[in-house]
């Protein structure tokens, strides 16, 4: 009995020595979207009257349409660029047409410009964000890194009805 005793004492004697410590952990993850796409300025034919004929908004124009893709250095970008043949008038009765042709290019160098732009044959193709050629000369805040899309083209004003005349154009941008 006082075997038990005085090991039941040792027991709860080495028990009250024991220090329980807790440890907490301040968890934060950021997530950032893998990609993002904005608008930076609208393609703008301007104001056309009957009859004008073509009006071009040539690469590197000040009318061009520009959009900016922001995405992780390594990912390959698959764009293309989906444009109707005509512009139709907004009133089905009405059978004029306006012809446009839209062409895109791409900027991917780190200071984007529509002069080192390269013009994508039948409107789509698999741009890599980042130059390969650069890749080892990649430095850790330059992991998020941006591509231009161009887009310009020409449109023929014959003589047509007044009116508004519609169409639309995709701009599809998929990444791996």
Request: hydrophobic share 45%.
């Amino acid at each position: 009995m006082t075997k038990r005793i005085l090991i039941l004492l040792i027991v709860i004697i080495s028990s009250s020595r024991i220090v329980l410590v807790a440890q907490f952990l301040n968890l934060q993850i950021r997530v950032e979207p893998e990609l993002s796409a904005s608008v930076e300025q609208n393609l703008d034919f301007g104001d056309l009257i009957t009859g004008t004929g073509q009006s071009f908004v040539n690469l590197g124009d000040v009318n061009m349409g520009i959009f900016n893709i922001r995405a992780y250095y390594t990912q390959n970008i698959f764009v293309t660029l989906e444009a109707p043949s005509a512009l139709i008038h907004q009133n089905p009765a009405i059978t004029d047409e306006i012809p446009i042709s839209l062409s895109i290019a791409y900027d991917n160098s780190n200071l984007p410009s529509a002069g080192n732009a390269i013009i994508l044959s039948n409107n789509e193709g698999l741009v890599a964000l980042y130059p390969q050629s650069e890749i080892n000369n990649i430095q850790n805040n330059q992991v998020w890194q941006n591509l231009e899309l161009y887009v310009f083209g020409f449109i023929e004003v014959g003589y047509i009805s007044d009116g508004n005349y519609i169409g639309q154009v995709v701009l599809n941008v998929d990444y791996d």
